[in-house]
């Protein structure tokens, strides 16, 4: 396809992480963009970037990658690391768009500010989720004031993540290797640290930012989730934000049994918006039992096809789009520095929150520089898990080598199996009788009939963790795995002859009563 840009200036990219950073390769050509070089430690995802781009150049060394020429870098690698690479890009001449968050410390958030605005060149925060269909179509209204003042919001990213503290995020959930080490930052993550899929589209469409967070701590956390004393990964994670016009939002992440990912209410003086389960829907005539309207929306412009392509609802197409445009013709993005440091500073003073039990804190606008010199030598950080110690010293890699495999198949991805499948079985056997529709009877009747197939390895993956455990009782794995059994009917799942037979019979009384 032709370019959307008229101008014949391109953009040279080079792109570091080459795990999520591969899912921006489709849209470039069409945006003026070239991909011309890939960073990455490992050699699996440089392989996989270079059968995408094989006239490339990848590397594993920073150093050598930051030294090519190109004009602009994506960050997409660990999130730990974003400040630290985008600094380093930034020094090498670079324009960067990075993925979230952007820093993990205030004072690493004015070193950011201060970088950008020094170099001169364009930073982006690649936060996708304001740009799907729905949110770009609420932010048409409410810029067109069709919604009036913003009074309250409620927007949310629950996602469980289980599978991610043991796994990569490749080919369905590829375990991290060695087994007894954990991911990266994905085993320990404050979820109110990924706050910008559900603050950012808020304040994309409303034009509103945050000015003070309060958040209250959970101390429940959902089995099977890394069991440290310090963390808070594996919980839900709800704060209240005010914002600058004075309007309320509830945001919402972190891990449950109800995962939503795009779910969002606006409540404006003049109308309301819910984007929940079922679709838009706008209620209009500006009191509470106006109409309720089922909206099909639409995208700006006419690069909806374009949109539809990629990934994130179409999010991961604008975010490119917007970056390069700004590069291109000098058209400000959404999603600069200081919109960038709004939201990432808003989840780092909710985990402070949470800390000091719900004590309220003021969020600095880094626009300013007396707000940057209030942060400048604030470098509290989140605690961060060793996920290459969770073993002791001398450990058998032979038992313990096992963890992160065992792990992922009791939680895989999507819950298709294991723990997560024998749980699905069973409850829905027992809430068959109330069930309302017949999608719902065939959802339990498929997972019963999966579950017969797999109890046996099932059964078989339960005792090989339960060697772990018994060999490592008082560590992080083996207190992991003794709350992860926990979460199952053992005895069920032992006694895998007997339950087969009655899963048998359950499906063969199904057939009968149908």
């Not at 069709?146 to 949310?156: I, V």
Request: aromatic residues 10%.
């Amino acid at each position: 396809m032709d370019s959307i840009f008229n101008t014949d200036k391109h953009i040279k990219l080079g792109i570091w992480g080459l795990g999520r950073g591969l899912n921006f390769i489709r849209s470039a050509a069409s945006l003026n963009i070239d991909v011309v070089a890939g960073c990455d430690i490992h050699p699996h995802m440089r392989a996989n970037f270079q059968k995408l781009v094989p006239n490339a150049f990848v590397t594993a060394d920073e150093d050598e990658f930051l030294a090519r020429d190109f004009d602009a870098v994506l960050v997409a690698t660990y999130f730990p690391d974003h400040c630290k690479h985008s600094l380093k890009a930034l020094e090498a001449g670079k324009h960067v768009m990075c993925e979230v968050t952007s820093f993990g410390t205030p004072a690493d958030g004015v070193k950011l500010v201060e970088a950008v605005e020094k170099s001169g060149k364009v930073y982006n925060l690649l936060e996708n989720y304001p740009f799907t269909k729905p949110n770009m179509f609420l932010k048409r209204l409410w810029d067109e004031g069709f919604f009036g003042e913003f009074m309250y919001g409620e927007y949310e990213y629950v996602h469980d993540c289980r599978t991610l503290c043991y796994a990569y995020n490749v080919d369905g959930g590829l375990p991290v290797e060695p087994g007894y080490t954990l991911h990266n930052w994905r085993c320990a993550l404050d979820g109110h640290l990924y706050n910008t899929h559900s603050l950012g589209p808020l304040m994309n469409i409303t034009g509103r930012r945050p000015v003070r967070v309060e958040a209250l701590p959970c101390d429940v956390m959902l089995p099977g989730y890394p069991v440290w004393e310090e963390g808070t990964h594996g919980r839900i994670c709800p704060s209240l934000i005010t914002m600058d016009n004075g309007g309320l939002m509830r945001n919402l992440m972190g891990s449950t049994t109800n995962d939503n990912h795009m779910a969002g209410r606006l409540f404006g003086t003049n109308a309301s918006a819910e984007n929940i389960r079922d679709g838009l829907k706008i209620r209009v005539g500006g009191c509470g039992n106006g109409t309720f309207l089922s909206i099909n929306p639409d995208w700006p412009a006419d690069l909806g096809k374009l949109a539809e392509a990629t990934g994130h609802g179409g999010g991961d197409f604008w975010e490119l789009y917007f970056f390069a445009r700004q590069i291109l013709t000098g058209e400000p993005a959404p999603w600069n520095v200081y919109a960038a440091a709004d939201v990432t500073i808003t989840g780092l003073l909710a985990t402070r929150s949470a800390r000091q039990n719900g004590a309220p804190q003021d969020i600095p606008d880094f626009r300013n520089k007396s707000d940057r010199d209030k942060f400048r030598n604030d470098n509290h950080a989140y605690k961060m898990l060793d996920a290459t110690s969770i073993f002791p010293e001398g450990h058998d890699p032979a038992i313990s080598g096992n963890f992160t495999p065992l792990m992922v198949n009791l939680f895989p991805m999507n819950g298709n199996n294991g723990i997560l499948l024998a749980k699905r079985a069973w409850d829905g056997m027992k809430l068959f009788p109330y069930l309302a529709d017949n999608d719902s009877k065939l959802n339990v009747v498929k997972s019963v009939a999966k579950l017969i197939d797999e109890l046996p390895n099932i059964a078989d993956w339960c005792r090989q963790a339960e060697k772990i455990m018994n060999a490592y009782p008082d560590t992080l794995p083996g207190k992991t795995i003794r709350q992860s059994l926990d979460y199952v009917d053992l005895k069920k799942v032992y006694d895998t002859e007997a339950s087969v037979a009655e899963l048998r019979a359950w499906l063969t009384e199904f057939a009968k009563n149908r």
